[in-house]
């Protein structure tokens, strides 16, 4: 076991955690963003450069500070370490400087992205990036390319996470038909001669994907996703890998898209296959549980009833510091 | 009973003097002030003939607008409809087909808008919210119907015409037209 300090919060750990890991078994605000990494994903981390945070002290035995700041998906904790991330102003500038180049070739087309709304870069962005760009450049564009006939790839958003070739590797068995081409900014995500992936579980890489680059064709541009209702169901999948385990995102009587349950950190809790993904779009289909639990923070809670509680603390909160202050003078 | 303010007044019905009597006195009274007000300026205007100054930030009815090649700047994004208090908004996206991109600025476009004018609040969320500059609230006063169903405005009438072009530059903020100076930003292209 390992003694690790992430921003003042003291958390032992198993050896060989990650300090992204470390961070997300305290939870709370000290938990570093992530872009590329992402649990149930073998290898995957280590590429976006969001979670970097700063390593103060290396280790009870050479308590040396790390030179650098570190990707803290990829290293590994020690004990006694000690981690600054939201405190360090270093990390954040860092932190923003990453967001800025991210966003270079990102298009920002969110009011036509059928992503925004649950989209990671957006809420990075929105956390830590700056409001204005300085890249006078034009920005790099590609074709729009059909990946199979349900999944719609759009390069110009992708940000070369390598969370969808993981997921054609690992989860859908794909063989090595789906990678990044070319180096550098020429890099891009194809399918090995734009072939269909017609494996059983091609549909996950849509729920992997941090951004709008890879997008459910069959649900495209249906609807925002906070004028749709999710609501958490379940059906006896016959597929043996298939948890069917889902969200479906209802408008009305309609289901307009299915797709996998996310957790906190927007990764799926079990990955489900293509039928039901694609194909069940039939509340009679479906065993539905209840509305699915959205964070408060997510446009998508908006008009959902169940934070109310919460809202209303907010408020008295926010009204006690006010009149605090105002008798401050 | 308490009463709730002391400006309550006891009528009394007393005998009324010989003056108040005449009444003569009362009708010219009244006379005087019929008079004056006959020569006076009027307070309102033939409204649809003549019609009075808006001001600026007047908030009436709203349009679509077109940019500078006619297509439609609206691309149905939600974040108008998200924004309105009356939730009065509702929209359905549909995809650019090839050959359509005289019509429709983005890749994506707003097959159904409308908005409910009795719903409506013209309180100009809607203009805050939408980062294409599509919606904006005119100086037109929305005008009355028979039905109720008249007053839910579809794309029919709230978007502009390519002739007849509707002028918003009033109630753009100088940072916005600040922003618009910068043609390198896609948002600006012509």
């Given amino acids: 076991m390992a003694k690790v300090t992430i921003d003042g919060v003291e958390i032992e750990v198993p050896d060989g955690t990650t300090i992204l890991n470390a961070a997300r078994s305290a939870g709370g605000d000290i938990v570093p963003p992530a872009m590329c990494y992402y649990s149930k994903l073998e290898g995957s981390g280590g590429k976006c450069r969001t979670c970097l945070v700063k390593v103060t002290q290396g280790s009870t035995n050479d308590p040396r500070p790390m030179p650098k700041l570190v990707p803290s998906c990829r290293t590994n904790v020690m004990d006694g370490m000690v981690v600054e991330n939201i405190t360090s102003p270093q990390v954040l500038e860092a932190r923003k400087g990453v967001v800025e180049f991210l966003l270079i070739n990102h298009p920002l087309d969110c009011p036509i992205c059928d992503q925004a709304g649950e989209c990671d870069l957006q809420n990075l962005g929105f956390k830590h990036g700056a409001v204005n760009t300085r890249f006078e450049e034009e920005r790099r564009t590609y074709e729009k390319i059909d990946i199979g006939d349900k999944i719609k790839l759009h390069m110009d958003r992708c940000i070369l996470c390598y969370r969808c070739t993981f997921v054609a590797d690992q989860v859908a068995e794909g063989g090595r038909c789906h990678g990044v081409i070319n180096r550098g900014d020429h890099a891009e995500i194809s399918t090995y001669i734009e072939k269909a992936i017609d494996s059983d579980f091609s549909g996950n890489m849509i729920d992997v994907c941090p951004v709008g680059a890879l997008t459910d064709k069959t649900a495209r541009f249906g609807s925002r996703v906070w004028f749709t209702k999710p609501m958490d169901a379940h059906r006896d999948c016959d597929h043996p890998k298939c948890s069917g385990k889902v969200v479906v995102w209802e408008k009305g009587d309609e289901i307009l898209r299915v797709t996998g349950r996310k957790d906190q950190y927007n990764e799926v809790e079990s990955f489900i296959c293509n039928t039901c993904r694609f194909e069940k779009k039939k509340t009679s289909d479906w065993v539905i549980e209840g509305p699915r639990h959205i964070d408060r923070k997510s446009v998508v809670s908006l008009n959902h009833y169940e934070h109310l509680k919460d809202i209303k603390e907010d408020i008295l909160k926010y009204q006690k510091q006010i009149s605090e202050n105002l008798n401050k003078g | ?190």
């Fill in chain 2, 1 to 190: 009973m308490q009463p709730l303010t002391n400006r309550s007044k006891q009528v009394v019905k007393k005998e009324m003097t010989f003056a108040e009597k005449l009444y003569l006195p009362a009708i010219f009274g009244g006379m005087i002030i019929t008079f004056k007000n006959m020569f006076r300026k009027s307070a309102t205007v033939q409204y649809p003939e003549v019609k009075r100054d808006m001001s600026p930030n007047f908030r009436g009815q709203h349009v679509l607008k077109r940019d500078e090649n006619g297509a439609e700047r609206c691309t149905a994004c939600g974040l108008c409809a998200v924004a309105c208090p009356a939730e009065a908004i509702t929209m359905n996206a549909a995809e650019r087909k090839k050959g359509e991109e005289g019509l429709y600025r983005e890749e994506k476009y707003a097959a159904n808008y409308e908005i409910n004018m009795l719903r409506c609040i013209f309180c100009g969320l809607c203009e805050d919210a939408c980062p294409k500059e599509a919606i904006f609230l005119t100086d037109r006063i929305v005008p009355t119907e028979f039905d109720r169903d008249d007053f839910v405005y579809g794309k029919d009438k709230l978007v502009e015409k390519v002739n007849e072009r509707i002028d918003v530059t009033k109630r753009q903020t100088p940072e916005v037209l600040e922003f618009k100076k910068n043609k390198s930003l896609s948002h600006n292209k012509i």
